[in-house]
Structure formats: C-alpha cells, structure tokens
C-alpha cells in the first residue's frame, strides 16, 4: 500500500485526511477496519500517547420525578496522529476491534462546533 496515499474506510462524509501518518492502528492509512456504532463527542483529554478520551452526554427521562436528568458516556479512542486531535476538539469516533484493554473505538475525524 503506498504509504502517501489515505484509504476509504467507507463511511459517507468523512473525508481522508491531507496528512500522513505511519500508525499501524490509523483507519486510513493503517489496516484498522471500522464497523459498528459511530457516535459524535467531544475530546476531554488526550494525555496518554496515542489515546483520547472521548466524553458524551445524554438525557435519561425519570418516570417518578417526571423530568431528564444528564448522564454521561466516557470511552477511550485511539487518535492518529494524522487527525491532529487536541483537548475540546468535537470528533466522530467508530467501533473497531479491541486495540488494548481499554481502546475499542478510533477517531475517524473532526466536526465543526454546532450552534444551539
């Protein structure tokens, strides 16, 4: 595989990135495939090498009390460093295989900040 040249990895509306990178774990230019559930969520850290921690919220309605309360989901991602992903970056993260003990998803790449 030429080494300059990004993948598809067949999820419409995510475009390749211009960079290049040489991680093995990297959808586009590594061989990761990403299946499953992709969500959209926001960077809470990214300390750890190659790792992001990615944070989501949700609202869960109580029957009791009649109201929503917010929840959170917190997973970790591996990041390429193709992507360029920093702390309170909004991203699209996919499903892939099991990468450590921990990292089951991949950011695939960034999306621009929604105005509510």
Not at 5 to 25: H, L, M, W, Y
Not at 40 to 60: C, D, F, I
Not at 78 to 100: F, M, Q, T, Y
Request: aromatic share 6%.
């Amino acid at each position: 595989m030429d080494e300059n040249k990004a993948r598809n990895i067949g999820i419409p509306g995510i475009e390749s990135p211009k960079d290049t990178c040489v991680d093995e774990f990297c959808p586009f230019h590594g061989m990761i495939s990403v299946r499953g559930r992709t969500f959209s969520a926001q960077v809470a850290s990214v300390k750890t090498g190659k790792t992001a921690v990615v944070v989501w919220q949700r609202r869960l309605y109580v029957p009791k009390y009649e109201r929503f309360e917010q929840r959170k989901s917190k997973v970790n991602a591996h990041a390429p460093l193709c992507l360029h992903i920093k702390k309170g970056d909004n991203v699209i993260i996919g499903e892939c295989r099991p990468l450590s003990k921990t990292k089951r998803f991949v950011v695939i790449g960034k999306t621009e900040v929604e105005n509510k």
